[in-house]
């Protein structure tokens, strides 16, 4: 089973700053099998992107990702206020398994 | 609108059974996979088991095979677990999910999520 750790666990910034989140596989991800999901207090995950870098319907451009291998990044170019949540990866070709999340807090 | 609601959560003793339900609404059901997805509080989500769209190839995590069965109904757009022998660590947030893959096929991420329903697990 692929493990993945997510850092940092919390990270506090300030609307306008720029977030970048990490992802890190226990093995490589097979042909880039990573989705990111938002999540607020009492909702349900938000897809945001998937194949490391591709956004979902409705996605705004502020969000990207990259990375490939065992490491992958999910960054966020100027917070919004409706951005602080927490962001879950999951890798999706062999285990489907999820990270424990990074929450964005504002300073 | 796009929509997902679960229902059949609640309180039930250890060593017993619970049957959840997920309706879909505003998308072609009979053409997706669907799958469920359980998240304890403060945790990450856990995948649980999916099924294509005709029933024809269903898969579960390691954790819930052998006492958890996904089942689905096209005719009344509705997703099933059941769920036996549980356990306090079956508590949590029970989601049922859409998988984003086109024409039935599995993609293993999920586009639709419901709200949930919760179950609790204790004597």
């Known amino acids: 089973e692929i493990v993945l750790t997510q850092s940092p666990g919390i990270v506090s910034l300030s609307p306008g700053e720029r977030a970048t989140l990490s992802c890190r596989a226990s093995q490589t991800v097979t042909s880039r099998y990573l989705a990111w999901y938002q999540q607020k207090p009492g909702q349900a995950p938000r897809l945001l992107i998937y194949?490391?870098?591709a956004r979902a319907t409705g996605i705004p451009d502020r969000f990207s990702g990259g990375g490939s291998g065992t490491d992958f990044t999910l960054t966020i170019t100027s917070l919004e206020p409706e951005d602080f949540a927490v962001y879950f990866c999951?890798?999706?070709?062999?285990?489907?398994?999820f990270g424990h999340g990074t929450r964005v807090e504002m300073k | 609108e796009v929509q997902l609601a679960e229902s059949g959560g609640g309180l039930v003793e250890p060593g017993t059974s619970l049957r959840l339900s997920c309706v879909g609404s505003g998308f072609m059901f009979d053409e997706y996979a669907m799958h469920w997805v359980r998240q304890v509080p403060g945790k990450g989500p856990e995948w649980l088991a999916g099924i294509s769209w005709n029933s024809g190839g269903i898969f579960y995590a390691d954790s819930v095979k052998g006492r958890f069965t996904i089942s689905r109904d096209n005719v009344k757009k509705s997703l099933y677990l059941e769920m036996s022998s549980l356990t306090p660590e079956d508590a949590a947030l029970y989601y049922c999910?859409?998988?984003?893959?086109?024409?039935?096929?599995?993609?293993?991420?999920?586009?639709?999520w419901g709200r949930g329903t919760a179950v609790t697990v204790s004597s």
């Open positions: 999951q890798e999706y070709g062999t285990s489907r398994t």
């Open positions: 194949s490391a870098s």
């Open positions: 999910a859409k998988d984003r893959g086109d024409r039935g096929w599995f993609f293993w991420y999920f586009d639709v």
